[in-house]
């Protein structure tokens, strides 16, 4: 760090310069000790000595937030020499908001000295976080000098998006051969009563139905059903975005996915993650709080990545894309290549499931509000109900969702064949 | 707080010429002043400040040619403290603006300017004891050549001070 003489001098020799001049212009005496305290400021506000050294230690209070919670930046300064005025500003990135204190701070510091800063930041939506760590400035006497450095501490927060719990997810067609809370047709171990028939050596006397027996005049058992798992693959669409960011049709789509996830592992299945965008990418499915982590982690980061290239689904391998799975795509339906994709895969008899994420809201979020806008709106309402009428002709089950209202009480219009009867027919 | 301390440093710049000559034309270009430096603090602009004193400066000027009063130092002193606050304080006002304050940070800056401004003004009052001692010695140069050698000096010191304020220092990393 060295002084660089800041643009306060120019002023100050502006006025030094006026004195001289009407001085000797006027021959006043006056005039000419006007100068004298100016030029005595300028020489004086030159540092000569290197700015004393400035130690910091930069630290947040979270690796990992979720939307809206606050992250707590502490800064601490030690100098070794006297710094009479420090300048700490720190960048604030994108879409977050200070909630608290100043990001923009002045201390002054004996030698020695050590100093605490902290302020609030109030994440608003999902991203990475990137706090790089302050802009020191050192001020000399008068503001004359000044020395700047960047302290790099960069720091990476995750901010991921805020969980709403589900209590209607879609109920998948179909089950893996795990221990789940799905009831599976196949007759077993399990709590849920099924079927009647007569008693067989092996069968246990607590299965015994004796109601049955009594009717009968011979021993009959009720046999249960299987409480197993399911895999469920969700299908986020990445093809086109509507509305500002952290308030976009993919960010709804991201929130609504990490609902879904959550509310599916809670019920122990298996969840698996395809970003159907300029790039392809998947999460195998997988159970538990790791997979949790990992879905989180790869929804972070979606986003639309431009590409002329158009990628098909039967890239996927059948193990990220298992047959049996419940796929719940998460659309705006805006992208004929992901109506394209939807269709192809309920041809292919997947169980499918198509979130329609309506781009109203956002595209609203992104304009000044006005009548013309208005009407816009409610034409293109008309316009997506009928085209989500031609698609559910086609065969696509589709729930309509606005993005912003609770998922919940959207899929709770969804209606879903029972298990069972659907596999007995 | 720090707009007002600017402002009444402003009202007390443009009244040294007021004091002087009470009359137009300084009065009217007094009052430019007052507006632009006004302006300046209000918007906490250093260059707008920078104006209205320049101006304030002329228009003492013009008092002074116009009245022609017996030299005045400790006005000229007091002009030139001013001067040299109200630059700094706008400065520093403008830098902290919307920004957190830790302990003593207003107190420092103030005892910083003090110092400085005591040194200039201690300056000027022992040049200007300087000067009337060598008035005699100077009776009989004619005016020509001292307003040339005035000019040499305040050239080379401003020079000076460039050339100081220009200087890089090697650098030291913290």
């Known amino acids: ?425 | 707080m720090m707009r007002l301390a600017a402002a009444v440093l402003v009202a007390i710049l443009v009244g040294f010429p007021v004091s002087v000559m009470p009359g137009p034309p300084v009065t009217w270009l007094a009052a430019v002043a007052l507006v632009m430096a006004g302006a300046g603090v209000a918007l906490l602009s250093v260059t707008l400040v920078t104006v209205g004193a320049s101006l304030a400066l002329i228009a003492y000027t013009i008092a002074l040619v116009i009245v022609q009063p017996a030299v005045d130092p400790v006005a000229a002193i007091g002009i030139a403290v001013t001067l040299v606050i109200l630059l700094a304080l706008v400065h520093f006002a403008d830098r902290v603006h919307g920004a957190a304050l830790g302990p003593g940070v207003i107190a420092t800056q103030v005892r910083q300017w003090m110092a400085i401004v005591a040194a200039g003004a201690l300056a000027a009052a022992t040049l200007t004891m300087v000067a009337a001692l060598l008035g005699a010695a100077l009776a009989t140069a004619t005016l020509p050549m001292v307003v040339a050698a005035a000019a040499l000096g305040a050239l080379l010191t401003v020079a000076g001070v460039i050339a100081l304020t220009t200087r890089e220092d090697p650098p030291r990393v913290s």
């Open chain 1, 1 to 425: 760090m060295s002084w660089r003489p800041t643009a306060l001098n120019v002023s100050f020799l502006t006025l030094a310069g006026w004195a001289l001049f009407l001085g000797l212009l006027t021959g006043r005496a006056d005039l000419v000790v006007i100068a004298i305290p100016l030029i005595v400021a300028l020489a004086a506000g030159r540092r000569t000595a290197a700015p004393s050294p400035v130690q910091i230690h930069h630290a947040v209070s979270a690796e990992r937030v979720l939307e809206d919670e606050r992250l707590t930046v502490t800064v601490t300064i030690r100098a070794e020499g006297a710094a009479p005025l420090v300048e700490l500003l720190e960048p604030l990135p994108p879409r977050v908001e200070l909630e608290r204190g100043s990001h923009h701070a002045f201390f002054s510091l004996r030698a020695g000295e050590e100093v605490g800063w902290e302020f609030v930041l109030r994440c608003g939506s999902r991203q990475r976080l990137r706090l790089g760590g302050p802009h020191v400035r050192l001020w000399g006497p008068l503001g004359l000098a000044a020395g700047e450095a960047r302290f790099r501490a960069p720091q990476t927060v995750a901010v991921y998006p805020h969980l709403t719990s589900l209590r209607h997810p879609p109920r998948p067609v179909r089950t893996q051969t795990y221990v789940g809370n799905h009831v599976s047709p196949a007759q077993g171990e399990g709590i849920e009563p099924g079927d009647i028939r007569p008693f067989a050596p092996g069968d246990h006397v607590r299965h015994v139905n004796w109601r049955a027996t009594l009717r009968h005049g011979a021993l009959h058992v009720t046999q249960h059903h299987h409480e197993r798992n399911a895999d469920v693959v969700l299908l986020l669409d990445t093809l086109s975005d509507v509305g500002p960011p952290g308030a976009s049709v993919v960010d709804a789509a991201v929130r609504g996915a990490a609902d879904l996830a959550a509310a599916y592992l809670a019920r122990k299945d298996r969840v698996g993650l395809i970003e159907y965008g300029g790039q392809l990418r998947w999460v195998k499915p997988g159970s538990g709080r790791a997979q949790f982590q990992r879905l989180l982690d790869t929804l972070l980061d979606a986003s639309v990545v431009f590409t002329y290239v158009t990628r098909d689904l039967d890239l996927v391998p059948p193990r990220i894309l298992p047959p049996q799975a419940l796929v719940l795509a998460l659309s705006p339906l805006l992208d004929a290549r992901f109506v394209r994709a939807a269709s192809d895969l309920t041809a292919r008899g997947f169980d499918l499931v198509v979130i329609a994420v309506s781009p109203a809201p956002a595209a609203r979020a992104a304009v000044r509000p006005s009548p013309v806008a208005d009407l816009a709106a409610r034409l293109w309402d008309l316009e997506r109900r009928a085209e989500l009428d031609a698609h559910r002709r086609r065969g696509l089950s589709i729930v309509p969702w606005d993005g912003v209202g609770p998922l919940d009480a959207a899929l709770a219009s969804l209606s879903r064949p029972r298990l069972r009867r659907t596999l007995a027919r």
